[in-house]
DNA sequence: ATCCTAAATAAGTTTATTCTTATTTAGATT
DNA sequence: AATCTAAATAAGAATAAACTTATTTAGGAT
């Protein structure tokens, strides 16, 4: 999880490393929570006023891609976070306010994902979230819901 | 799944039954196959010019939400598709080219589900979905990732 | 049949994210 | 150290999706 394993991990799998990527790399070391994109780019421009958003979108993708970084989809209201991905997990996540929680280990067994290599898949990971209300929004969704 | 089912659902859950959410689903349930938001709302625009593209996605994702319609989110590429909702089931999706396969089944047991709602979180439903490379992509892979 | 009110919509604005293209650069080769 | 080339970037355009607000309307009450 250290900055110098995630730079390893792009140079095995043969991509450059610039300036940009470790800024990212070192900005979400350094993130508390899981950011969202737009946190992870203010946080980069302080050091480097020129990054592009693209730049950050497009290598947060590549560490998702490359199964370093988790990407948690929130469904409208938030936008996506994202989390140092150790251990592997999921999320529960709430319709009305955007909240989250972690779910410990991994709800998706292996044997089904030998289901999917047999068609010729080549299956690289995984996004698992539950949906719902939180406590703090039950009512809420009683009247949105009636 | 037939027009009336969604109607009652909509009714019995309190919303109100308006002929742009009767557009809607008789648009999804005409579809062949899972459509993208845009192509719903040009599929309504030849009987209701009007229509507001908002007014599509905010009642597609009231569908998604009462699980009724199941949204499939094909990370970047291609936009997020919509599908009548039975039975539930997951999806491969190729990051490369934005295919994506049916699973049969569900991959998570409901015991899994539980520890969940025990967190008091009222569970609406999940989304899980595989990502990797389809066959035809494979090799394209292998020159991008090295 | 008319009225009432909260819910739903249209229109326009805003934001998040991706795409396109010209330029720059990391890292390999010489 | 200089050169080369594919990969990466910045900038700006394009798109998808959501928000804001004023207006309309579905469905219940009168």
């Known amino acids: 999880m250290s900055d110098t394993f995630f730079v390893q991990q792009l140079r095995q799998h043969g991509y450059k490393i610039t300036p940009q990527r470790r800024a990212i790399i070192e900005a979400l070391a350094e993130a508390p929570l899981a950011p ?12 480097y006023p ?13 560490l998702v891609d490359l199964g370093m970084v988790q990407q948690i989809y929130l469904r409208s209201k938030e936008t996506s976070r994202f989390e140092v991905n150790i251990p ?3 999320h529960l996540v709430c319709l009305k306010c955007g909240c989250y929680y972690c779910l410990e280990g991994c709800l998706v067994n292996e044997q089904d994902l030998e289901a999917a290599k047999q068609r010729g898949f080549t299956v690289i990971g995984h996004a698992l979230e539950l949906y719902g209300y939180c406590l703090s929004c ?5 009247e949105g819901l009636r």
């Open 36 to 47: 969202k994109a737009s946190e992870i780019w203010e946080k980069i421009r302080q050091k």
């Open 138 to 142: 039950q009512e809420v969704r009683e």
């Open 88 to 90: 592997h997990h999921h």
């Open 50 to 62: 020129d990054i592009s958003p693209d730049t950050v979108y497009r290598n947060l993708t590549l």
